[in-house]
């Protein structure tokens, strides 16, 4: 029969592993990670999932939950990711942590060549009898195999060292029946980062979660509303966080949670390939990623000058290591943005930025006097000067009123949230013009999503325009990987 | 003893419902001119099947498509598509079928509410014994979300007026199997366009396809070579309709027939509501591809369409964009050209770069302010949001007829051009001053009617990387 222990209840962070840019683990960055977590957990998690164990090598998970072991110092417990895809070498690695001093070791469901629930069963089985307390890890999404309830409660109350089920299905039925079958013989844990409130308030006794290794302190402050039954503060907190925890979820979770880390300072490397940025974690994840952790307070201001024609115009702005500080040369800036889906509301802002008296100031005024009205162009916003350009030519009434006024809207709401964050200071609004094009597919039809992928890619198209992104090594990373959308035969 | 039927052979067709602009009543003239059509070349008809849009038919359209059919047949089999989600709608369309002339049922698994093994056996073992029609099983699991299952298809192939399955999933598995076990009581027949020669060559007796109605012809043909064994030419057609077949089974099914049966002349009206007649399963671009398949097949003639690559000086090919030979000149202005490919594929980039404060800049500027109609000029991106640098506009010289023109441009010559750039940065040719300081503005010739996208983005690569080497050659 599975026990339960005191220790393990709360929020655990499934720790990212961080890589140097040679690719090796990158000891100095672990340890500042744990330092940053810790004092928000109630334990670690080291190797699991989000720690990209199945790309580390047997020696490599051992070094790393040897640092973390170290760093960690008994102040929290540690839980072990040990799981491989055959029983040999999760009992290799279960073993070890034993002797090496883990709490708990978190096993993964064999993957790849799916086993049926007897196979898995013995599986656990054969972990189970090294004696180090054995949570049981579900996560359908990436090893293929789901436990079902069956399997699950068989396994807590047939072994002698389960503690707990880490269930990242996302399934609530399922965890549902968990806590009929097992509640009270072993701990539930929630591993799916966009139900946490539900799984806490229907009963289960923590998380472990990738996005803890971005937001702890909000994750902590969910779980003790819940202990405390003020249910409505924890589903408040929940859903504030849901946007970024969904990207976190469905988007390259690993490398969704790095690139977060690293624009909030903290330099964690990329993941290992075949995850790689611009990919599962698309660059309007980034972008939206980036928005969230503004909002929630993660990613601090920094100071961003604009020489324009011998004026300095200082500004604040919510800085990632790419943003400049000083931004010297105004004449032309090209951004572009591009957010979705559905597919056919999707947007893609064309965006150019520059002095009113320089060429794109001086194409606004020619364009209006000469062409303007024959091509549809409008001006939609007079602080900055903004030219409103079709990209495509309007052919219907319907896509006439989708870009007019609900895609126009959109971006003068990403002008206004810029000049509200920063990016675009009132002092250099009588110097600037905007020229955006836009794209409204002839057969869009939700109105409400050309408005907020409009804003979206506008703010981004900005941002990139005065940030110089891509940068060169974005480009050179990524040239032979880019998949580009109208390449191939529908 | 089930009995098989000696005409369930060769090719039916599933044909669309025509229906009237905004009133959506059923066009029936316009569905005597298609049977008209496609009667020479079938050995029978299929009425309100899922290509004719059956969940949107009420039981008295369905019955009178069946006498309208019956009628135009001269003779030849009608089956009547008798799908609903209860056994008791399927049972009143049934004996409507049978009334009205019909040779066969064709019943569809039951859907929506799905019952489970005994339920299907249920459904159909109700109409078998009820109607005296000869029932034809109908598994399509990309709508049913469920398949047949096998064990229930070989009780159900027992009963007397069971003749017959049409399997739609496509998956030659299931299709292998069901010959396997029942092959030798009923006629198995391929409902999925795409496989229809492995499903043939594997022993089915016969095809019920949307495409039927598009390209009958080249079905009988390929019946016909497989029946005397001459595999090598049937694949060859086979090929030659693949992509179509793909776009009938996979992007828009009967509405996608219909917007080809449109391009050949036969207008069949739009789907009923709330199916769109493009832009919602048949995307714009997709509508474009059928147009050139048809072409293709000679089904449609081509139009035919002027192409010449610019001639003249290279200075003088951005006259256009407001770009004088002396304004190059005074700008410091770098120009390069270069051709690759041959034929459709050919592919001509004619580059300009120079800095943001020169009269170039001015004209990028002003680019982006003036969509040319058919020539929209578009931000070089390697993916979305994922600009290349310089900044780079590319304006294709030929106007642009419709979406798949377009995404020949927009599409491999763009990515092509953008993946050209960036080579060229990473090797020193184009200097990383310039990515801060300069734009390019890329004029992109494509033939008009160029139909094979990876040689387009061989020839655009290999164009664009001499245009470059041209226009940077003093940079470095």
């Known amino acids: ?490 | 003893m089930p009995a098989k039927v000696a005409w369930l052979r060769g090719l039916f067709p599933a044909l669309v419902t025509p229906f009237v602009l905004k009133t959506e009543e059923i066009d029936e003239d316009a569905y005597r001119r298609l049977i008209r059509h496609v009667l020479p070349h079938v050995n029978g008809l299929v009425t309100s099947g899922t290509t004719g849009e059956f969940p949107y038919l009420t039981r008295q359209e369905q019955q009178r498509l069946v006498k309208i059919a019956v009628e135009e047949a001269g003779g030849k089999p009608v089956i009547a598509g008798c799908g609903a989600s209860s056994t008791q709608e399927a049972l009143a369309l049934a004996y409507d079928a049978a009334a009205a002339g019909a040779s066969a049922a064709l019943i569809v698994a039951p859907f929506f509410l799905r019952p489970s093994d005994k339920g299907f056996y249920q459904h159909f073992y109700e109409i078998a014994t009820s109607v005296d029609l000869p029932i034809i099983l109908y598994n399509i699991p990309q709508m049913v979300d469920t398949y047949l299952p096998r064990p229930v298809v070989e009780d159900l192939a027992d009963l007397p007026n069971v003749i017959g399955l049409k399997d739609s999933s496509g998956d030659l598995s299931y299709t292998m199997e069901l010959l396997e076990y029942v092959g030798d009581r009923i006629d198995i027949l391929v409902g999925h366009d795409e496989v229809a020669l492995p499903a043939l060559a594997g022993g089915v007796s016969g095809l019920i396809l949307a495409s039927g109605q598009v390209y009958p012809e080249i079905w009988q043909a390929i019946i016909r070579l497989v029946h005397e064994g001459r595999l090598e030419e049937a694949r060859v057609l086979q090929r030659s309709i693949q992509k179509l077949s793909r776009i009938f089974c996979r992007h828009g099914g009967g509405v996608a027939v219909k917007a080809a049966l449109k391009m050949m002349g036969l207008d069949m009206g739009p789907p009923r509501r709330p199916l769109k007649a493009v832009g919602g399963a048949l995307l714009h671009e997709t509508q474009a591809e059928i147009r050139l398949e048809l072409e293709k097949l000679g089904k449609i003639a081509p139009a035919d369409v002027p192409f010449a690559c610019p001639s003249a000086p290279l200075a003088e090919r951005f006259l256009e964009l407001g770009i004088t030979p002396e304004a190059i000149a005074a700008g410091g202005l770098r120009v390069g050209s270069g051709t690759a490919g041959e034929g459709l594929d050919r592919v001509q980039i004619d580059l300009i770069a120079g800095g943001k404060g020169t009269l170039l800049g001015e004209v990028y500027a002003l680019q982006l302010t003036y969509p040319l109609r058919g020539r929209e000029a578009l931000t070089t991106i390697l993916e979305p949001a994922l600009t290349v640098r310089p900044a780079t506009l590319l304006l294709p010289t030929v106007p642009q007829r419709n979406l798949r023109q377009a995404n020949m441009i927009y599409g491999p010559t763009q990515s092509a051009v953008a993946r050209a750039i960036v080579d060229a940065l990473e090797i020193g040719r184009i200097p990383v001053s310039a990515v801060d300081s300069e734009v390019i503005i890329a004029l992109a010739t494509v033939h008009p009617q160029a139909l094979d996208r990876h040689a387009l983005y061989r020839s655009a690569y290999a164009a664009a990387a001499q245009a470059l080497t041209q226009a940077f050659a003093a940079a470095t």
């Open chain 1, 1 to 490: 029969m599975g026990y339960k222990v005191e220790w393990f209840k709360g929020i655990f962070p499934a720790l990212v592993t961080p890589f140097t840019r040679s690719g090796a683990v990158d000891e100095q960055a672990y340890r500042q990670l744990i330092r940053f977590v810790l004092p928000h957990v109630n334990g670690v998690v080291s190797c699991g999932t989000t720690g990209e164990f199945s790309s580390l090598t047997l020696d490599e998970r051992k070094r790393v939950t040897e640092i973390c072991l170290d760093e960690v110092a008994g102040r929290v417990p540690v839980v072990v990711g040990t799981g491989c895809k055959s029983t040999r070498e999760t009992l290799i690695l279960t073993r070890w942590a034993r002797d090496a001093g883990a709490d708990a070791a978190l096993v993964v469901a064999p993957y790849f060549l799916k086993p049926t629930f007897n196979e898995v069963y013995d599986h656990f089985r054969a972990v189970d009898e090294i004696g180090l307390p054995l949570v049981l890890y579900n996560i359908p999404q990436c090893a293929g195999t789901h436990f079902r309830w069956w399997t699950a409660e068989g396994m807590a109350l047939d072994f002698d060292h389960v503690i707990g089920i880490k269930d990242s299905s996302g399934d609530l039925p399922f965890m549902e029946a968990l806590f009929e079958k097992v509640r009270g013989h072993v701990a539930i844990f929630v591993g799916h980062d966009e139900i946490v409130q539900a799984a806490l308030a229907a009963g289960a006794d923590g998380a472990i979660l990738a996005s803890a290794n971005l937001i702890p302190d909000i994750w902590q402050q969910v779980y003790q509303a819940t202990l405390r039954g003020e249910l409505a503060i924890a589903q408040e907190w929940q859903q504030k966080v849901q946007k970024l925890v969904r990207i976190v979820v469905n988007c390259s979770s690993t490398q969704a949670v790095k690139e977060g880390l690293r624009m909030m300072g903290l330099e964690v490397g990329d993941s290992r390939h075949p995850i790689m940025p611009g990919d599962g974690f698309r660059r309007e994840d980034y972008e939206e990623l980036r928005v969230q952790l503004e909002m929630l307070g993660k990613i601090g201001k920094a100071p961003l000058v604009y020489e324009v024609g011998g004026r300095r115009i200082a500004t604040e702005v919510f800085a990632t290591p790419q943003t400049p500080r000083v931004v010297s040369d105004l004449t032309l800036r090209v951004g572009e943005g591009f957010a979705g889906p559905p597919f056919h509301e999707l947007a893609h802002v064309d965006l150019l930025l520059g002095l009113k008296d320089g060429p794109v100031g001086r194409a606004i005024e020619k364009a209006l006097a000469g062409w303007g009205e024959e091509r549809g162009l409008r001006l939609i916003s007079e602080h900055p000067r903004t030219l409103l350009v079709p990209t495509v030519t309007v052919r219907t009434p319907r896509q006439r009123v989708l870009l007019y006024e609900h895609a126009a809207a959109g971006i003068n709401m990403a002008i206004q949230a810029s000049i509200a964050d920063g990016f675009l200071p009132e002092a250099l609004l009588d110097q600037i013009a905007l020229i955006v094009n836009a794209f409204v597919h002839p057969a869009a039809s939700i109105a409400r999503r050309i408005t907020l992928n409009n804003y979206k890619a506008t703010l981004q198209a900005i941002r990139k325009a005065i940030e110089g992104r891509p940068t060169l090594e974005e480009l050179f990373n990524e040239k032979v990987s880019a998949r580009h959308p109208f390449r191939y035969a529908p």
